[in-house]
T-cell receptor, first 117, second 114 residues
Framework: AQSVTQLDSQVPVFEEAPVELRCNYS??????LFWYVQYPNQGLQLLLK??????LVKGINGFEAEFNKSQTSFHLRKPSVHISDTAEYFC???????????????FGKGTTLSVSS | GAVVSQHPSRVICKSGTSVKIECRSL??????MFWYRQFPKQSLMLMAT?????????EQGVEKDKFLINHASLTLSTLTVTSAHPEDSSFYIC??????????FGPGTRLTVT
């Protein structure tokens, strides 16, 4: 069975500092990978996704992530964070083979990013 | 991406009553919707997969008779929590699956059972 591990439950950083949120997945088959952000009492917003092609994926709000198949990782990065980036971040995975239209996302436990001035 | 709404955003009900939560896909026809449950400071746990025109598929450990799901049209899925108890208090989130494998999430419904 697939699983997603977010190695850090909480990441405190200062404003304008770079940040990396780590995500590893375990799967013996090809997968699609996602990062979502959740602000308090809200649903999830897609930051970026990797389906195929370039392993470096750029998303919204200046975030990017790199798919590393050999290390089964999909770490999220931002070179300079803002106070407004404070939120919960979830890494998620789903199967990439065809006809899996009903396959749900499997989420990691989340990482709380706290940006302070 | 698709716009997904949920109603109500917050609901407080008494123990033993039933509550219905609606999930609407406003600009996208969704044959598949998902219902998640999220406890404070925790991740999303998939409850069930809702398929238009057929029965929902529930995850292991989720009581189908307690959490009734109806997906009667391509734009609406409902989750009814029957005979709610305080332990059912949670944040319920629905999502719509796109052909591109990503999911679009609703804003969530905060259920509090007193």
């Amino acid at each position: 069975a697939q699983s997603v591990t977010q190695l850090d439950s909480q990441v405190p950083v200062f404003e304008e500092a770079p940040v990396e949120l780590r995500c590893n997945y375990s799967s013996s088959v090809s997968v699609y990978l996602f990062w979502y952000v959740q602000y308090p009492n809200q649903g999830l917003q897609l930051l970026l996704k990797y389906l195929s092609g370039s392993t470096l994926v750029k998303g919204i709000n200046g975030f990017e992530a790199e798919f590393n198949k050999s290390q089964t990782s999909f770490h999220l990065r931002k070179p300079s964070v803002h106070i407004s980036d404070t939120a919960e971040y979830f890494c998620a995975v789903t199967y990439s083979w065809a006809n899996q239209a009903g396959t749900a996302l499997i989420f990691g436990k989340g990482t709380t990013l706290s940006v302070s001035s | 991406g698709a716009v997904v709404s949920q109603h109500p955003s917050r609901v407080i009900c008494k123990s033993g009553t039933s509550v219905k939560i609606e999930c609407r896909s406003l600009d996208f026809q969704a044959t598949t919707m998902f219902w998640y449950r999220q406890f404070p400071k925790q991740s999303l746990m998939l409850m069930a997969t809702s398929n238009e025109g057929s029965k929902a598929t529930y995850e292991q450990g989720v009581e189908k008779d307690k959490f009734l799901i109806n997906h009667a049209s391509l734009t609406l899925s409902t989750l009814t929590v029957t005979s709610a108890h305080p332990e059912d208090s949670s944040f319920y989130i629905c999502s719509v699956k796109s052909p591109a494998y990503e999911q679009y999430f609703g804003p969530g419904t905060r259920l509090t059972v007193t």
